[in-house]
């Protein structure tokens, strides 16, 4: 108990400390995240360490979760074996931007995570069976966190200076089927990582005004 | 013509430009939005204001989607009567972290968000159909696409400095029923931001290893 309530008062002190030291991400650095990224299609011949990609996650594991579930698996496809097999679940346009990337992220969700509740949230015993008896709540859970993970997986890369070229136009099934078969792993989407053609992207597409989406109440 | 190909020269310029101004995120941003960055639960009595959540949203929106397909949608409870009526939908452990923050995000989806194609992605003028006429992987997208903006939002909110405070406790329909009532919107998770109180604040919970979560083919 004194361990625990000693954890609980050193990551409150942390947590004051930090917002202390940092107020506000700078501008540069919000271009390199958001501002002024882009999704990349071409690729130049310089690899990817396989260094670099736990890197990266070792970011983007630290988003937040529901209940810190974590659902997020990932599939670094790397040999051209694995690509040729990946492949033909790629709508046509899709593939050359595949094949020529570094590596390729399959970003997947366990569906069944909850098995690793004990794990991940011993503060709730009653965890697991929450979800593994509420399968309709435990898939939505899936899908819901494992895309925000996906998408810090996006920032994180971004962040550690990789560009990257998120991608939906694909068969999950079939990549399910290719990749996952017997297993609860679901694919969500691909992401290619690398070191960007710049001479591949195209001008930006508008986004939506703040008073197109946001209403207060 | 001239004017489209003018602005992907540009782009291009620019994206290049980006990448050898800036190589990545410095340790202590990484800190602010991911590595040391927490889910608050208690909140200190310091306003919000709407130019915040808009600066927010600006940097939000940059994040990639699906053919630009931005299906978020966003309402912020700020008002008592808003909270008031929010409140019975959430588990009851939840109430008081919604009711304590300055304002609460409602993060929703539109799930008819394909009608703004035309806006979103002039590129294709059959992208509006194309998800019109395939219900279910019109749902598919506004669920990951709607869910990765949303995961753009907490980090972006982390960004100027925001504290935050995700929650998914609650009951989807009661709150689009309360909310979202004969239209197309559809809650996804709930979202407090403003100051944190840091003392209520709890011990991190493990992350997974790279090892657990990720292979490589």
Redesign the interface.
Same mark, same amino acid.
């Given at each position: 108990m004194l361990d625990?309530e000693a954890?609980?008062a050193?990551? #409150?002190t942390?947590?004051?400390e930090?917002?202390s030291?940092?107020?506000?991400?700078?501008p540069?650095?919000?271009?390199?995240?958001?501002?002024?990224?882009?999704?990349h299609y071409g690729w130049r011949d310089k690899p990817v360490k396989?260094e670099q990609?736990?890197a990266l996650?070792?970011?983007?594991?630290?988003?937040?979760t529901?209940m810190?579930q974590?659902p997020?698996?990932?599939?670094?496809?790397?040999?051209q074996e694995?690509k040729t097999k990946l492949a033909p679940a790629l709508m046509e346009p899709n593939r050359p931007k595949m094949m020529s990337a570094p590596v390729t992220a399959i970003v997947a969700y366990d569906s069944e995570f909850y098995e690793?509740m004990p794990?991940?949230?011993?503060?709730n015993p009653n965890a697991r069976d929450m979800y593994a008896n509420n399968p309709e709540m435990a898939a939505a859970?899936a899908? #819901?966190n494992g895309?925000?993970?996906?998408?810090?997986f996006?920032?994180?890369a971004r962040?550690?200076?990789l560009?990257?070229g998120?991608?939906?136009?694909f068969d999950n099934a079939k990549v399910d089927e290719l990749?996952f078969a017997g297993t609860s792993h679901k694919s969500?989407?691909l992401c290619n990582l690398g070191y960007?053609d710049?001479?591949k992207?195209? #001008?930006?597409?508008? #986004?939506?005004k703040?008073e197109d989406?946001?209403?207060?109440?």
């Open positions: 625990t954890a609980d050193q990551a #409150r942390n947590a004051a930090l917002k030291r940092i107020g506000a991400a700078d540069d650095t919000l271009a390199l995240l958001f501002t002024e990224a882009r999704t396989r990609l736990k996650y070792d970011i983007a594991k630290m988003g937040p529901s810190n974590q997020m698996r990932l599939v670094f496809v790397e040999s694995a690793k794990e991940v949230y011993p503060l859970n899908v #819901r895309t925000l993970q996906g998408a810090y996006i920032i994180a962040a550690i200076g560009d990257t998120p991608m939906s136009g990749f969500n989407f960007a710049e001479s992207i195209f #001008r930006r597409m508008p #986004r939506l703040f989406v946001a209403t207060f109440i």
